[in-house]
């Protein structure tokens, strides 16, 4: 039933929900309403999309505010670096070269130097939380959040697409962590670099970085240190210098295989007729997962290769 159906039948439908969100400071009446009906009344999940769609505008307003502030600032760097003598700017530069030159070269001898006796001396020091079944998800979590342009090279199946046709790779990730929505009730986002494709659905969202942001990096990051619950936020990237610069923020870190190997079995194991036959591990699941849910880009003619590939992965 299409909503002008429902309140013609009902006019004061959802008026109390409607009075809560109301309370709560959403005060868009149509939108909210139109997110009622589509979750079947069901405020506390309306509240929670709500509220990560204006942490993220707000996350992206105070980027643009910055950028401006870092613009105005340079330009004023500029006039006045036109005053100062040109020999001295000459050698100051020379010598920050020179510094940099030594310091690489420093960093380079400890770090394959001193620790040549013991390698993981040399790993990048982070916590990252390994998932390998049920027990080992953390209990506190309720929000994924994936860096979908890291994500899409994570498994052979979907990295053939990324390298050619990133918009399928795209959708096809989009279609596994919405899959692991509904099977888990977590919620997810997917945040992109850029993508033509956005996604606004209660629990389940897929953004766009730009032009808010330079890259997903700096939206990510900016979003996990303005998240109040960072215990309860887990976010997922391969990324050495995201994953350090989000450490800082004290969320939870995951390495993308992990958390698609760890998603996958649980979307097999709500749905095992669905993969019926299909070889255990990652790379068959998501070959089964492309030839079922997206078979118009993968059957016949268009990608006889991938075809090809995908039928020997799966028994």
Not at 17 to 34: A, I, P, V, W
Not at 92 to 119: C, F, I, Q, V
Not at 136 to 153: A, E, K, Q
């Amino acid at each position: 039933m299409r909503i002008e159906t429902a309140l013609a039948e009902n006019p004061n439908l959802f008026e109390a929900e409607m009075k809560q969100l109301s309370d709560m400071g959403f005060l868009e009446t149509r939108k909210n309403l139109k997110l009622l009906f589509r979750t079947d009344g069901n405020v506390q999940v309306v509240s929670q999309f709500l509220s990560t769609k204006k942490l993220l505008k707000d996350c992206c307003k105070a980027n643009r505010l910055g950028k401006n502030k870092e613009k105005r600032d340079r330009k004023g760097d500029r006039k006045e670096k036109k005053h100062a003598d040109k020999g001295e700017k000459k050698q100051s530069k020379l010598a920050e070269k020179l510094a940099k030159k030594l310091e690489k070269k420093m960093t380079k001898k400890m770090s394959h130097g001193n620790n040549r006796g013991d390698p993981k001396q040399s790993k990048m020091v982070v916590n990252v939380c390994e998932l390998s079944d049920k027990s080992s998800w953390p209990v506190s979590v309720s929000h994924v959040f994936l860096d979908g342009n890291n994500m899409l090279y994570v498994a052979n199946a979907m990295r053939k697409f990324a390298i050619k046709k990133k918009g399928l790779a795209e959708d096809i990730l989009t279609s596994f962590a919405r899959r692991f929505r509904e099977v888990t009730n977590a919620r997810v986002t997917i945040i992109f670099d850029d993508s033509n494709k956005t996604v606004d659905e209660p629990g389940f969202s897929v953004f766009r970085a730009r032009p808010g942001f330079a890259t997903s990096d700096d939206a990510l990051v900016q979003l996990a240190g303005a998240l109040e619950e960072k215990k309860g936020s887990m976010f997922v990237t391969s990324d050495r210098e995201l994953l350090e610069r989000l450490e800082e923020k004290g969320v939870i870190l995951v390495k993308p295989k992990n958390w698609m190997a760890f998603a996958a079995e649980r979307i097999r194991e709500v749905t095992p007729e669905e993969f019926k036959g299909v070889e255990d591990g990652l790379e068959a699941f998501l070959a089964h997962w492309i030839l079922v849910h997206h078979p118009d880009e993968t059957a016949g003619g268009p990608n006889p290769e991938a075809t090809s590939m995908f039928s020997k992965m799966t028994l």
